[in-house]
């Protein structure tokens, strides 16, 4: 239970890169417990996570748009990790589930660093709005003010 706590908060306070590297993360997970129930022998619970892991890596492909290089070339890797992960789960072979982490964590680190840099920018932003305005009434009549980036107040 506190997991999933855990998880939600840091789903809520994450930016999209930092959601992707979730992703990841999560993919890199389900793998690793793919290769221990392939080393326990448990078929059903690698089955289990071997489906898991296609979900995720189902979920990646779908978030990519466009025909770009960057686009391309991380479908084709989506595309062999599956492969992987359907080779070692029919073969009950560990080191594909560990080939396909070797492909996947390369990714996941650009996403993490990237997620950082986003928070870092966003962090350094101020906080609320950066135009305000306000009006106040005075004897008979009404005045509109402005307050821009530079702090200064403008008659509106």
């Not at 290089?69 to 029919?90: C, F």
Request: charged share 30%.
């Amino acid at each position: 239970m506190i997991e999933k706590e855990y998880l939600a908060s840091r789903v809520m306070s994450s930016n999209d890169a930092q959601l992707v590297a979730i992703l990841y993360e999560g993919l890199i997970d389900t793998l690793n417990e793919g290769i221990s129930y392939i080393n326990k022998n448990e078929k059903e619970n690698l089955d289990k996570s071997a489906n898991k892991c296609r979900d995720i890596v189902s979920e990646l492909l779908a978030t990519l748009k466009g025909n770009s290089d960057i686009a391309n070339n991380l479908r084709s890797l989506y595309i062999y990790t599956n492969k992987l992960i359907t080779e070692g789960q029919v073969k009950k072979d560990e080191s594909k589930f560990k080939d396909a982490i070797k492909v996947i964590t390369p990714i996941y680190e650009a996403w993490v660093e990237l997620g950082n840099e986003i928070a870092k920018k966003e962090s350094t932003k101020p906080k609320g709005p950066s135009i305000v305005s306000g009006a106040t009434y005075g004897k008979g009549h009404l005045n509109d003010y402005v307050v821009n980036d530079s702090n200064r107040w403008d008659k509106g």
